[in-house]
């Protein structure tokens, strides 16, 4: 793969984990389960626990400790979003794609910096 093929892919990968998965997960695993369950007057850390777990198993491609750290993730961003929906809707939105896009952000950029060093140790 040439370095402007290789560096075109990083692009896509950061512009997708980073950027527009956050976004579309915020929406699927926070804004919609909450708001659903607010309406059906369901207990609010019941949704939260029902939430994640499907949150977690998307990212099963990563392996058993992807689930895990999904889940964990999963747990903070519905409880931050639970905390800061009480101020604003729409801020609890942005600070939960905004702590979802910065752990996506240093995963993949630990990922890409360990592969740079592997490449040039061969």
């Given at each position: 793969m040439?370095?402007?093929?290789a560096?075109?892919?990083?692009t ?17 695993f ?12 369901l207990?609010?850390?019941?949704t939260l ?6 949150f ?9 400790i992807?689930?895990v ?11 931050s ?14 600070i939960?794609?905004?702590?979802h ?13 360990l592969?740079?060093?592997?490449e040039?140790?061969?």
């Open positions: 040439d370095e402007n093929s560096s075109e892919k990083r896509h990968i950061f512009y997708y984990v980073v950027i527009l998965g956050p976004i579309i997960e915020t929406l699927l926070q804004a919609l389960p909450f708001s659903i369950a607010r309406l059906l007057k207990n609010i850390w019941f626990l029902l939430m994640t777990s499907p977690a198993l998307l990212h099963y491609p990563n392996g058993l992807g689930i750290n999904a889940f964990l993730g999963g747990l903070i961003y519905s409880t979003f639970i905390v800061w929906e009480k101020n604003s809707y729409k801020v609890a939105l942005c939960v794609m905004a702590i896009g910065l752990h996506n952000l240093e995963v993949t950029g630990l990922g890409y910096g592969m740079y060093v592997l040039r140790l061969n």
